[in-house]
């Protein structure tokens, strides 16, 4: 049953462009890109150009086009009916409280780095448990003072990458040499490595759909989410880059710890200095900000797209209970943070250390997550022919058939992640692929059995 009700118009262009720096630039992956040596240069260009630049062009013609609440959950509904919609909005969302443990671990282990290096897994679940509360909270306020988080956390996003690159500089005058040699041989693309971290490279750049999620909360929706998404676009992709190389130039590639990589630096360039502990701790507090700052930007997004399909009886009523006072969507936020909080402590008994709970949980997430990608595309190909005719604000260059091109090379680069993410190369079979396989599979099964006993129960009201 729908409710459709007349949401307060909050958000302007600095807000979205703000926001999407903030959900898409994930500071908490960078080492891991960075991991993969010189030729992470060739692999971020090749994706950049195979599916970050499709994918946006895409988006924006979406968003412009259909500048209404629910964002990919309005797209799909139109391009394949309510109950492609239904389970395409279910993979999107059901990812997020799986993915937030993952995140609020890497928080923890900033922590025990500055203050308890002695710190146990269990300790950092505890912290992940109060973590995801506290952003429960802040999803039950109203966006007119939530959408604070996300502008704040992009301005410390910019201080620790300001922090980073100044500490490149340092340590470049001071050694006159880079940790690691960087030639134009090593900058090609190595197969070796791509097929583990070009994943990661592609999680890092998902996302530019997030704020048609609250496109009904916007003053000019149609105006500024393709001007919104084309700037963030660009400044995204250079700020990755340049982050990636000023680790290359302090630690050692065969050094670079995945999780607390930044801190790296920091602690490299000040080795032995008299403040290093208090630069470290100042680090480490604007990086967990930033974090936090990115855990909120994404359930902000995501908690309205699930109830607005709640809302029209497409999935559990539960997910589309709104608060009164300041439409927060109450329903999705509570039953996340529970989502979250059960996952959490089952991966703390199947986890033999932080860096193993970190990537069995962003794989899984991840590849829940992409299976909502993988239907994105194909309906942006059936609205182009379906609705031909209606007005677009924004519509990607080119003749119809450059625009499907571009559809389909995303498609390609979506579809290859998930198959990595999966398949699990190189990594033993029973203890890293079985798991996410069958995780996925469960994910599926329930979210069939939701949205079908949904639109049962939609029909009989």
């Known amino acids: 049953m729908e ?88 993979y999107y969302w059901i990812a997020l409280p799986i993915w937030l443990p993952a995140m609020y671990i890497t928080i923890a282990e900033i922590i025990g780095h500055m203050f308890f290096p002695e710190m146990n897994l269990w300790s950092k679940v505890l912290i992940g448990i109060i973590m995801i509360w506290i952003t429960v909270g802040i999803n039950l306020c109203s966006l007119k003072f939530s959408k604070w988080i996300p502008n704040l956390g992009a301005i410390t996003r910019l201080l620790v990458i300001v922090g980073m690159i100044a500490a490149a500089v340092a340590y470049f005058l001071k050694h006159g040499s880079f940790a690691n040699e960087i030639t134009i041989a090593n900058i090609m693309p190595n197969l070796d490595v791509a097929i583990v971290f070009v994943p990661m490279i592609i999680y890092n750049l998902i996302g530019l759909e997030l704020i048609s999620g609250a496109a009904g ?59 290093r502990q208090l630069i470290i701790i100042g680090v480490g507090l604007l990086l967990s900000s930033t974090l936090f700052a990115e855990i909120v930007t994404w359930t902000l997004g995501e908690n309205r797209i699930v109830a607005e399909a709640a809302q029209y009886g497409k999935l559990p009523k539960v997910l589309g209970k709104m608060s009164e006072r300041n439409m927060a969507p109450i329903g999705a936020s509570i039953v996340s943070g529970m989502i979250s909080t059960a996952v959490i402590i089952i991966y703390g008994f199947i986890a033999r250390n932080a860096a193993e709970l970190f990537w069995h949980v962003i794989s899984f997430s991840t590849v829940v997550g992409l299976l909502s990608y993988l239907i994105l595309f194909p309906v942006f190909i059936i609205l182009r022919v379906k609705d031909k005719n209606i007005k677009r604000p924004f519509r990607v260059p080119g003749p119809d058939w450059l625009a499907i091109g571009a559809a389909v090379l995303a498609e390609t680069f979506v579809l290859i992640t998930t198959l990595v993410l999966i398949l699990q190369p190189g990594n033993e079979f029973i203890r890293s692929t079985l798991p996410i396989v069958l995780g996925v599979l469960i994910t599926v099964v329930i979210g069939e059995i939701f949205v079908n006993h949904s639109e049962k129960k939609s029909q009989s009201v």
């Not at 003053?219 to 290359?248: E, G, H, Q």
């Open 3 to 90: 409710n459709r009700v007349e949401r307060k118009k909050v958000l302007g262009f600095w807000d979205l462009v703000l926001f999407t720096f903030c959900a898409i630039l994930g500071v908490e992956a960078i080492p891991a890109s960075a991991a993969i040596g010189p030729s992470a240069i060739s692999w971020w260009l090749i994706c950049t150009v195979g599916f970050f630049f499709p994918f946006g062009l895409v988006v924006a013609e979406l968003g412009s086009t259909y500048p209404e609440q629910g964002g990919i959950y309005i797209w799909i509904k139109r391009g394949l009916g309510n109950k492609w919609a239904a389970r395409t909005t279910w």
């Open 217 to 275: 909360e916007m003053k000019n929706p149609a105006r500024d989410i393709p001007k919104t998404i084309i700037l963030s676009a660009f400044i995204i992709v250079s700020l990755y880059l340049i982050t990636t190389f000023a680790i290359w130039v302090v630690v050692p590639i065969s050094e670079i710890n995945v999780a607390t990589g930044i801190l790296q630096i920091f602690l490299n360039m000040f080795h032995g200095h008299a403040m």
